[in-house]
């Protein structure tokens, strides 16, 4: 893991009040516009309130993933700013709503804010429903756990709740070096299944290192005639590469596409040929992070930071997660 140190924000030493309601403040990343990178913004905002059913956390680090920037350059299902985005969190409970037992103030955790519309962890405090967090397990730093609940509970979700990978079974895993992907091939494995993953040649020795069984240069190699007899292909990159994906999948296997959207020709094309597809887009869910935690606190499951950036440069991340050569994850550090 490389760490970019330059402008670490210090640990606050007491709540600031804004000028008007005497309310605490925060800083957070925000943006009037759409656009490249430069239109996020560190400003200082008023501190949220736990409402009923909710937790206050306060936020030690948070992902950046590629919905991130997509909603940062489109607005997606935000539609226009202002907003602050981040969806990953891992951190410390400051205060509880009305109704809250699962959790107390001073607990540690992690979770996933409510995707789409919960985005806000990129703030150095956030709400959200109680049953979008568990604990921390102790094998995890906060940079770690922050990394890990947005990818997955997507991974898990794809390979679990909809494909339903069994052991023994041959999982196709594409962008296998990637968020998603690096997370996938080890849930996979820790199911018993025999896992392929598609990577440039650079990143074949890590993605070995996750336990995939066999790793495709999709540079220099057709996966179509590399993978045959899929059970369950995962495709977080959909075009041709979905369409193509349904050719290595035996009769009833399964393609999850974690890319929702225009998937008539795909439904199509996997009826023609005996198998199945479905897309999905990942939902906050506590049972999927309770068994996520687990497999992480077993050692069967870690996530690979590829670089931090304090909260102050959220920019700087999100250009580097555009270049697309990102291997695993990026994080915000929000504390020290």
Do not use: C
């Not at 009040?17 to 925060?26: D, E, F, H, L, N």
């Not at 948070?62 to 981040?86: C, I, M, Q, S």
């Amino acid at each position: 893991m490389t760490t970019n140190t330059t402008s670490q924000p210090t640990e606050p030493t007491g709540p600031t009040q804004t000028a008007q309601s005497g309310r605490p403040t925060m800083k957070a990343i925000s943006q009037d516009v759409l656009g490249d990178p430069d239109v996020l913004k560190e400003v200082e905002v008023a501190r949220p309130k736990p409402g009923v059913g909710q937790i206050l956390v306060a936020v030690h680090a948070a992902g950046v993933n590629p919905t991130d920037w997509k909603h940062r350059k489109l607005g997606y299902f935000l539609g226009e700013p202002p907003f602050t985005l981040g969806w990953d969190v891992s951190g410390v409970v400051e205060a509880v709503g009305i109704g809250v037992s699962l959790f107390t103030p001073g607990d540690e955790v992690f979770g996933m804010l409510p995707y789409p519309y919960g985005a806000g962890s990129h703030a150095e405090y956030v709400t959200g429903p109680t049953r979008a967090f568990v604990r921390r397990p102790d094998r995890l730093s906060h940079i770690e756990a922050g990394a890990l609940p947005l990818v997955a509970l997507t991974a898990w979700q794809a390979l679990v709740d909809n494909a339903q990978v069994e052991a023994g079974q041959r999982v196709l895993v594409h962008a296998a070096a990637g968020g998603v992907g690096h997370v996938a091939v080890q849930i996979a494995k820790a199911r018993g299944a025999y896992v392929i993953g598609t990577a440039s040649a650079a990143k074949h020795d890590f993605v070995r290192g996750l336990g995939a069984d066999e790793v495709i240069d999709y540079r220099t190699a057709d996966f179509v005639e590399e993978a045959r007899d899929i059970d369950v292909v995962l495709d977080p990159l959909g075009g041709e590469d979905r369409l193509r994906s349904l050719e290595v999948l035996r009769p009833g296997g399964i393609l999850v596409s974690i890319l929702p959207g225009n998937f008539d020709e795909v439904t199509e094309r996997a009826a023609e040929l005996g198998v199945r597809a479905t897309d999905m887009l990942v939902e906050h869910d506590q049972a999927g992070m309770t068994a996520i935690a687990a497999l992480a606190e077993s050692g069967q499951l870690r996530v690979h930071v590829s670089d931090t950036y304090p909260l102050a440069e959220a920019a700087k991340a999100h250009a580097e997660g555009e270049t697309g050569r990102v291997t695993g994850k990026l994080v915000l550090t929000v504390r020290p």
